[in-house]
Nanobody, 118 residues
Framework: QVQLVESGGGSVQPGGSLRLSCTIS????????VGWYRQAPGKEREMVAT???????KYADGVQGRFTISRDMGMNTWYLQMNNLEPEDTAVYYC????????????WGPGTQVTVSS
């Protein structure tokens, strides 16, 4: 059974940094995409950053240059380094693992709160 667990959320002042971690247990299809999504109160969930098992990454326009997604395959852990945080980044951040196959599954973590406030 695949499980995703996020950690690293918290409260930070504008301009600060946080690093989120997502540890995946269980086995997923070797061709996959692991991403970070976020949902602010009253808003829809949106993609923040994604890294494909083959290497490429993509970012939402608003975080390009401030956020970096990376992975440690040996630790089955994916990271989101967030720098120069803004109040608009306040949201619950979710880790997602998507299997890139015809009947691939979609897995979500429970989420971690990030609050950016002075």
């Amino acid at each position: 059974q695949v499980q995703l667990v996020e950690s690293g959320g918290g409260s930070v002042q504008p301009g600060g940094s946080l690093r989120l971690s997502c540890t995946i247990s269980g086995s997923i299809f070797r061709y996959n995409a692991v991403g970070w999504y976020r949902q602010a109160p009253g808003k829809e969930r949106e993609m923040v950053a994604t890294i494909f098992s083959t290497g490429p990454t993509k970012y939402a326009d608003g975080v390009q240059g401030r956020f970096t997604i990376s992975r440690d395959m040996g630790m089955n852990t994916w990271y989101l380094q967030m720098n120069n945080l803004e109040p608009e980044d306040t949201a619950v951040y979710y880790c997602n693992a998507r299997e890139l196959s015809r009947d691939g599954s979609d897995y979500w973590g429970p989420g971690t709160q990030v609050t950016v406030s002075s």
